[in-house]
Nanobody, 121 residues
Framework: QVQLVESGGGLVQPGGSLRLSCVAS????????MGWYRQAPGKQRELVAG???????TYAGSVQGRFTVSRDNAKNTVYLQMNSLKPEDTAVYYC???????????????WGQGTQVTVSS
C-alpha cells in the first residue's frame, strides 16, 4: 500500500505564508504526477497546483503568482509554498499522487488525509 502524509497546515493572518509538505511512502515503484487540491466548506474539491515527474507545473488561476509547487523525487515529497494568503484560501488541503506500485501496471491515485489551512485575522 501507499500512504501520503501532509503537514504544515495551520492558522495564519491574511498576507502571511505557509509551506505544506506531503511525503509518499510504502510500496512505491515510481511516482508520476503529484499535486495539491483543496476543499472549502460547501464547495467541491478543486485543483490548486500540480507537478509532473519531469518538473512541469500547473496552477489554478486563483493562486497563480502566490503559490509555488515543487517536489523532491529522491524523497518522494511534494511541497506547496503559499504566500500572500487570503481568507478565501481557507480550506482543507489534500495531497494527491499518481503512483506505480507494480512495473507491469499503470499508476493508481492516492490521497492524503488532508491538512487544514485557515487564513484569518
Amino acid at each position: 500500500q501507499v500512504q501520503l502524509v501532509e503537514s504544515g497546515g495551520g492558522l495564519v493572518q491574511p498576507g502571511g505564508s505557509l509551506r505544506l509538505s506531503c511525503v509518499a511512502s510504502g510500496n512505491i515503484f515510481s511516482i508520476y504526477a503529484m499535486g495539491w487540491y483543496r476543499q472549502a466548506p460547501g464547495k467541491q474539491r478543486e485543483l490548486v497546483a500540480g507537478t509532473s515527474s519531469g518538473g512541469s507545473t500547473t496552477y489554478a488561476g486563483s493562486v497563480q503568482g502566490r503559490f509555488t509547487v515543487s517536489r523532491d523525487n529522491a524523497k518522494n515529497t511534494v511541497y506547496l509554498q503559499m504566500n500572500s494568503l487570503k481568507p478565501e484560501d481557507t480550506a482543507v488541503y489534500y495531497c494527491d499522487a499518481a503512483v506505480v506500485v507494480d512495473a507491469h501496471r499503470g499508476p493508481g491515485h492516492y490521497w492524503g488525509q488532508g491538512t487544514q489551512v485557515t487564513v484569518s485575522s
